[in-house]
């Protein structure tokens, strides 16, 4: 007789370790306290919008976004089929830009993937002008100090970033204090509060830091895009297939389903109380893996679980510290396609992101939702709810009609500006803003669904997958992971690394799941290695190769300016060719006439090996673009690692 897994919880963690389980021969069975599957990756039809047959508007938590760092939850997609020869994971999506976008300014656009194309070149030509040129009110001083910062990152030892960086704030990490207001909006609360919630003078610099250098290494490598969507709503090309496949293996999957007390008896767990539909069960089975948000977690923690494991504990601490990251949805009558991937609104006081659905969801006809008017669909995350708006009010103490119009006005301001009005009025035709939210008067307003943040010294406090209870695992994403970050992708990895505790607990013979480190670039290998040597004998991280980097940001520069006019002047671009002699002669005369350049001779010689190769590379891409040539297929990732348990 197989073993019986109860799984608490069906979001991504649930459904990840029930994906494992069942194809290791376990009996599993998903208890989901919500009526829609997939927890807070769920997409939702909109109450009462479906008419003459249509289905109702899509909504959702928040929008979709899968970096191409995200190994464990896309090998699992891979596994879900989805039409003939297909898989789920075949609805992932590039998008090929990253949008910044200012009240009363030109948006500037960044690739969000490495260059493919002669427009994928001309943008990078001009984004690297307008940074280093000062448009985003940044100087080229702070510019080159933050990339000295992110090169510490790169050069650190692990062991550093554990235990020191761990330790410091973002914020005070990358001196903001003492740096101008632009460069504090973009590169202090940018990065923190518009991508994963956290206030930058309080977020760890290890999760920070070492989440910012993967979307770099994902933008700066060969391959897919570092911002990949889903080609259609959550549930309807994810979620849904997935449950499909795991009831056709025998999952039993509940939903509907509030857990409300966990029973033990010789220090393991023998059963648990769900209440399914509003009536009571007693449910038992050989081990149970915990799938819940860490809110719902403490609720179910009793004295007795704490008296086997007091680390459980720390879970309490872990509730305070979750932040609000939720969701609203802008229904237009018209299909407006801000940028080819995700914006950042940058002067937005609710710290808003967005991004425009409907390019990418090229399957669905948006006209059989609803009432049939919606053509459009902006999709809008909002991260900051205690800062005042245009309006004058924080989001909580907005009504949610007051959070739909003050976030309407805060993207107009960012989205339209001169002459140019991409957003009307007489567009906005719907909104749906996230159902895990209840905003009353007075400060009783309830967030059902918080996002747990990494503040500072805050990893000592989350537990491993594994408890003391020895049936007892946890597979929710404020599990310690490599991944460090609460997404998707961590609550898979803690589903995995949860599955490989109960393999190993029941003496089971089946091979454990892959679980990946983030990567890291073998050709900084040697620097983080000298990096250890300095720590184990108790030495700061050494910065004088910073004055290396530093210059090199400085030829990278002069680089640029040299290709921007060589390519003018030769007609780089054009249909006619590439003229690789003429595009390397100018970019190293430039170089060598530039009167600041203070470069040692030895500096120099590899300033032109870069220059060469940069060129070679510009020149390969333009071609690929072309079809002159056909680009290799990715390697699959490397550095698969089993966790031992």
């Known amino acids: 007789m197989h073993n019986k897994v109860v799984i ?38 909109v109450p009462g919008t479906g008419t003459d047959g249509r289905k109702g508007l899509p909504g959702e938590h928040g929008f979709r976004f899968f970096p191409r760092f995200y190994k464990h939850v896309v090998d699992t997609m891979r596994r879900i089929p989805y039409g003939q020869g297909r898989s789920v994971a075949d609805n992932l999506v590039d998008t090929t830009r990253v949008q910044l976008c200012r009240f009363g300014r030109h948006p500037v656009e960044v690739p969000a993937r490495f260059v493919r194309t002669v427009n994928d070149m001309r943008v990078v030509l001009d984004d690297l002008g307008r940074f280093l040129g000062g448009d985003l009110g940044i100087t080229h001083d702070e510019l080159a100090f933050f990339a000295s910062r992110v090169w510490q990152i790169l050069t650190s030892c692990l062991e550093r970033r554990m235990n020191e960086y761990e330790k410091i704030g973002w914020w005070e990490f990358i001196d903001a204090e003492s740096r101008s ?50 080609n259609g709503p959550t549930n309807e090309v994810w979620i849904d297939p997935w449950l499909d496949h795991l009831r056709s293996r025998g999952v039993h999957y509940q939903l509907n389903a509030k857990v409300t007390a966990v029973h033990l008896e010789n220090q393991r767990i023998r059963d648990i109380e769900v209440q399914i539909d509003g009536t009571p069960h007693r449910v038992g089975g050989d081990y149970f893996v915990f799938a819940v948000p860490v809110e719902d977690m403490v609720d179910l923690i009793s004295p007795q679980m704490l008296q086997i494991d007091p680390g459980l504990a720390s879970l309490y601490q872990l509730d305070d510290i979750t932040e609000w990251m939720n969701g609203i949805q802008i229904y237009l009558t018209e299909d407006v396609k801000i940028a080819h991937g995700h914006t950042i609104h940058v002067d937005s006081p609710w710290a808003l992101t967005s991004i425009s659905q409907a390019q990418f969801w090229e399957g669905i006809d948006l006209s059989r939702y609803g009432d049939g008017q919606v053509r459009g669909i902006i999709s809008v995350d909002i991260s900051e709810w205690e800062r005042p708006g245009l309006n004058g009010k924080a989001a909580r103490d907005c009504t949610p009609e007051e959070v739909k119009a003050e976030v309407w006005d805060q993207l107009k301001r960012s989205l339209n500006y001169s002459d140019h009005v991409l957003l009307r009025d007489d567009m906005l035709h719907h909104w749906f803003l996230d159902p895990s939210l209840e905003l009353r008067e007075g400060d009783d307003d309830v967030n059902e669904e918080p996002l747990l943040v990494n503040l500072v010294n805050t990893w000592k406090l989350r537990p491993e997958a594994v408890t003391r209870i020895p049936n007892m695992f946890l597979a929710s994403d404020y599990v310690r992971t490599y991944t460090d970050l609460a997404t998707m992708e961590a609550a898979n990895e803690a589903a995995r690394r949860a599955v490989n505790g109960l393999l190993k607990a029941s003496g089971s013979a089946c091979a454990p799941c892959p679980v990946w480190m983030l990567h890291e670039p073998e050709i900084l290998a040697p620097w983080r290695e000298l990096d250890r040597i300095r720590y184990q004998q108790g030495l700061p991280w050494d910065g004088t190769l910073v004055e290396v980097g530093l210059s090199l940001i400085q030829l990278l520069d002069s680089t640029v300016q040299a290709l921007e006019q060589a390519s003018e002047r030769n007609q780089v671009f054009s249909n006619q060719g590439i003229d690789l002699q003429v595009l390397q002669k100018e970019a190293y005369a430039l170089i060598e006439r530039d009167p600041q350049d203070q470069m040692a001779s030895e500096l120099r010689r590899e300033g032109m090996v870069l220059v060469e190769r940069l060129v070679q590379l510009f020149a390969l891409r333009l071609a690929e673009g072309r079809g002159a040539i056909h680009t290799p297929a990715a390697r699959p990732p490397g550095g698969v690692r089993i966790v031992p348990h």
């Open 181 to 230: 207001p632009a460069y504090q909006k973009l590169l202090g609360h940018g990065i923190t509060r518009s991508l994963v919630a956290a206030k930058a003078n309080e977020a760890s610099t290890k999760t920070i830091g070492d989440i910012f250098v993967q979307l770099l290494f994902d933008i700066a490598t060969p391959g897919p895009s570092t911002d990949r969507v889903l």
């Open 8 to 45: 608490l919880g069906g979001g991504v963690g649930g459904l990840s370790a029930a994906h494992e389980l069942i194809e290791r021969g376990f009996d599993v069975e998903v208890y989901e306290l919500l009526a829609v599957p997939g927890g807070k990756a769920r997409s939702v039809s």
